[in-house]
């Protein structure tokens, strides 16, 4: 009986009643991968940020801080003057002193590493360092919108001890 | 009339039905896959095209890379063929407004079609590409009597 149910379902049909059936299934295998997926993007999509072409998406703090929580991203500092504070784990790449910063933490990172990136809230100077990590081959980037302040009001934490390594 | 499929009075043989729907339908999985991978690089893809207001960008890069995976498996395992043939045949027809669009306002950009990140530029051979499986899926959507799946 349910073999049969089975069969005529997805046995051929009339189009008004298999077409909304196909609609319905790509609908919702999209809305559980979008479910799945941290971070996730945005339903509502911030046209300024694709105006400033960016190298890399932008991540809300809720979001990164869900992949923080998750550990399944490296943070990056590109902030140009630090203040001693830090998200923690965080590695340092200052957009002044990239290569030197980058021969350091050299080791430490694969191009398949997923990376967010965060600056002081300017997403094109955060974007710059993007870009030249996307130069050596990584391709997983993401920038956090906003700073540490806003980091820290979304409910993520802050070290003030020196980044990693 | 066990090995031909009837269509609209012609005679669709087995073995050209099976390699039209593995293309339409591989043409299409093997579409999918980059974008559901990389679905903002695919909604930064669509951005360039400028056709999609911000409240569609998202939402559209999330669903039709999924929309063109089920219907792509279901054109080549022949289940709801005819539903699977009318949204590739629908899907064709945006993708080939938005590339004429595109060429229309002399846009540089990348496609997005099978790579989201170093695609195929826009042009005119697109147009003949998607006219090609546009011609395939109505055959298979014309297609009426015998239905078997893999």
Known sequence: MVNSRKVKLLSAGPLWREAPLLLGLALVLAAGAWFARTPRLPLIADMSLYEMDLAAPVLEPAAALAAFRDNTHIFVDTRAVDDGRRIPGAMVLRPDSFDEDFREIFDFLVPEDPLILYGDGNLLLTSNVAQQLEARGFTELSLLRGDLDAWAAAGGDLSTEGGAP | MTNATPVRGLILPDWLELIVRFLVGGTFVYASVDKILHPDAFAQAIFHYRMLPPALLHPTAL???????????????????????????????????????????????????????????????????????????????????VRRTL
């Open chain 2, 63 to 145: 669903v039709l890379p999924w929309l063109e995976l089920v219907a792509g498996l279901a054109m080549i395992l022949g289940f709801w063929r005819r539903a699977a043939a009318f949204w590739i045949s629908v899907m064709l027809v945006v993708f080939m407004v938005a590339i004429a669009s595109a060429l229309s306002r002399g846009l540089d950009i990348s496609c997005g079609c099978f790579h989201t990140e170093a695609g195929h530029a826009v042009g005119l051979s697109l147009l003949f590409r998607d006219v090609a499986l546009l011609a395939g899926a109505v055959v298979l959507w014309a297609a009426r009597g």
